[in-house]
């Protein structure tokens, strides 16, 4: 998983303008995060992180520190992204390997991100190989967005929380993620391929996101926790 591929902290003028290029090459769209930007956060502490395939970037994450309202550090991981050549070689699980073990070092034991909930691949990739857990379900979170993957969709999002020290995780993080319980659960089933069906069937695309979203704004008003994603394309939420 990931072999030959090197993640670093990104330094340079060219790394941030390089990381800047890939962020708009993959979402076809013109400085989702410009080089400036990314400079200033490197230089000052951000966390800017790089996958480098020998002397080839493949990937880049860009993540905010904030406090909790207890005064906790936190880290928000805003944008995580993987060139199409470099994607199914396990540089995504680098990345977020790298950018655990970067907060860890400097005392940060939370990580959260945001998700489409309707991407059954990213939910899989979330929920079960990285171990960590929905909290909530927000509606329309970030407006209307004119990037490839968002134009013309309502920007729902999942809440992804990621306890970094748990054993859930350290043992997702040794590649024996845990398996969800089978009683006591909830399941929400997503299409397995939302951004075909989107572009194929458009109704049914917005009325399976519509029919999800009810499904988990109810859930999570209800207590519940999305611990896992099976195979199949569903959503296992559970009661702590």
Same mark, same amino acid.
């Given at each position: 998983?990931?072999?030959?591929?090197?993640?670093?902290?990104?330094?340079?003028?060219?790394?941030?303008?390089?990381?800047?290029?890939?962020?708009?090459?993959?979402?076809?769209?013109?400085?989702?995060?410009?080089?400036?930007?990314?400079?200033?956060?490197?230089?000052?502490?951000?966390?800017?992180?790089?996958?480098?395939?020998?002397?080839?970037?493949?990937?880049?994450?860009?993540?905010?520190?904030?406090?909790?309202?207890?005064?906790?550090?936190?880290?928000?991981?805003?944008?995580?992204?993987?060139?199409?050549?470099?994607?199914?070689?396990?540089?995504?699980?680098?990345?977020?390997?790298?950018?655990?073990?970067?907060?860890?070092?400097?005392?940060?034991?939370?990580?959260?991100?945001?998700?489409?909930?309707?991407? !059954?691949?990213? /939910?899989?990739?979330? %929920?079960?190989?990285?171990?960590?857990?929905? +909290?909530? $379900?927000? @509606? &329309?979170?970030?407006?209307?967005?004119?990037?490839?993957?968002?134009?013309?969709?309502?920007?729902?999002?999942?809440?992804?929380?990621?306890?970094?020290?748990?054993?859930?995780?350290?043992?997702?993080?040794?590649?024996?993620?845990?398996?969800?319980?089978?009683?006591?659960?909830?399941?929400?089933?997503?299409?397995?391929?939302?951004?075909?069906?989107?572009?194929?069937?458009?109704?049914?695309?917005?009325?399976?996101?519509?029919? !999800?979203?009810? /499904?988990?704004?109810? %859930?999570?008003?209800?207590?519940?926790?999305? +611990?896992? $994603?099976? @195979? &199949?394309?569903?959503?296992?939420?559970?009661?702590?």
């Amino acid at each position: 998983m990931g072999d030959g591929v090197d993640v670093r902290p990104l330094q340079s003028l060219e790394e941030v303008r390089a990381a800047s290029a890939l962020f708009d090459r993959i979402w076809q769209e013109r400085r989702v995060m410009g080089a400036p930007l990314l400079r200033a956060m490197a230089a000052h502490g951000g966390q800017v992180l790089g996958a480098f395939d020998g002397d080839e970037l493949v990937g880049a994450l860009v993540g905010l520190i904030g406090l909790t309202e207890a005064g906790r550090p936190v880290l928000h991981s805003h944008i995580t992204g993987v060139a199409p050549e470099g994607q199914h070689r396990g540089v995504g699980f680098e990345l977020k390997r790298a950018q655990r073990d970067w907060c860890l070092a400097r005392g940060i034991e939370v990580v959260t991100w945001t998700m489409d909930p309707m991407v !059954a691949r990213n /939910a899989r990739f979330n %929920l079960h190989k990285l171990a960590a857990v929905g +909290t909530a $379900f927000h @509606r &329309d979170y970030y407006g209307p967005m004119d990037d490839a993957f968002n134009r013309g969709d309502r920007s729902d999002r999942l809440e992804i929380r990621w306890d970094l020290p748990s054993e859930r995780v350290e043992k997702a993080m040794a590649g024996s993620p845990p398996e969800p319980p089978e009683r006591g659960v909830e399941l929400v089933r997503v299409p397995p391929d939302y951004h075909d069906l989107r572009d194929n069937d458009p109704d049914r695309a917005r009325r399976l996101r519509d029919e !999800a979203a009810d /499904a988990l704004e109810s %859930l999570f008003a209800a207590g519940y926790l999305a +611990t896992g $994603f099976l @195979r &199949d394309g569903a959503y296992v939420l559970e009661r702590p």
